[in-house]
């Protein structure tokens, strides 16, 4: 198989864990139940600069929504009532154009409601006790955790997010210049702005990775001691675009996640 374009630059690390986490399909480039923005095409010119691109933008009566220059894709509205296969097809079919494909929608993974499901017997199953006794965790270790966003001031939580000591929290600022203002433990790549969400889904994911232990609170997580990082791309009703999940992997790589978990997917492959 080919490696993805969009995620050419990204460690090896990375890539493998979103191999192992990411319920993607790998073959069909517009299966029967393909979800996408029906309003948005994702486009990687092959330079940058070229003047052609504004040409083919024009042309197709595409506005830039955003770049992501790390990816080099860019994220354009397309017309009312664009059928975006077909626009896909046209766009990709143009010499200065590496790839156009829809903006694919993913979605969180299910889980239940049932009050005792998070009480179930995995980490005794696991033998991770064996693993505990030589180490429990460590805050040097930067975790992102990919979903509808983290409740960081979980008491179960709240001592293990990650803290972006470059940022002054809620002062308005973007102190450390990365471009996200208050980003002091992630970013919400759906609103755009570092507010917590209460959230059943993303919580739960990030307790399981790192609630604290041996603290008389609740549950404990694989690692009693790590660092958190939210990383919000899925919105309330739990689904979430292409581009806004491939910004926040940029976003934790280039903040120093070495582990990202993605508790979500899709049946579409991207590029």
């Known amino acids: 198989m080919k490696r993805s374009n969009l995620f050419r630059g990204i460690p090896l690390l990375l890539w493998l864990i979103l191999l192992l986490f990411l319920s993607v399909g790998g073959g069909r480039p517009f299966g029967p139940r393909s979800a996408f923005r029906p309003d948005e095409v994702v486009v990687r010119f092959r330079s940058p600069r070229s003047p052609e691109n504004e040409e083919i933008r024009r042309r197709y009566h595409l506005e830039r929504l955003r770049v992501i220059p790390r990816l080099g894709a860019e994220r354009l509205a397309t017309p009312p009532g664009t ?12 010499g200065a154009v590496v790839y156009a494909e829809p903006n694919y929608i993913y979605h969180a993974e299910k889980t ?24 429990t965790g460590s805050r040097d270790v930067i975790v992102g955790v990919l979903d509808q966003g983290v409740t960081e001031s979980h008491p179960d939580l709240a001592a293990n997010m990650w803290v972006n000591r470059g940022e002054i929290a809620g002062n308005g600022r973007d102190d450390d210049r990365n471009g ?19 959230t059943a889904h993303g919580t739960h994911v990030a307790g399981i990775i790192g609630a604290v232990g041996n603290n008389h609170e609740g549950l404990v997580g694989v690692n009693w001691r790590v660092s958190l990082m939210w990383l919000r791309f899925l919105d309330s009703q739990g689904a979430g675009t292409m581009t806004d999940a491939a910004e926040a992997i940029v976003y934790a790589v280039e903040n120093g996640a070495r582990i990202i978990n993605g508790s979500w997917g899709g049946i579409d492959f991207s590029q």
């Open 180 to 198: 996200y203002v208050d980003d002091l433990h992630g970013w919400d790549f759906v609103d755009e702005n570092a507010e917590e969400h209460v």
């Open 112 to 135: 239940p409601n049932d009050p005792l499901y998070p009480k179930k017997d995995d980490l005794p199953q696991m033998e991770v006790d064996r693993a505990w006794n030589l180490t």
């Open 83 to 94: 059928e975006i296969p077909a626009l896909c097809k046209r766009l990709s079919s143009e």
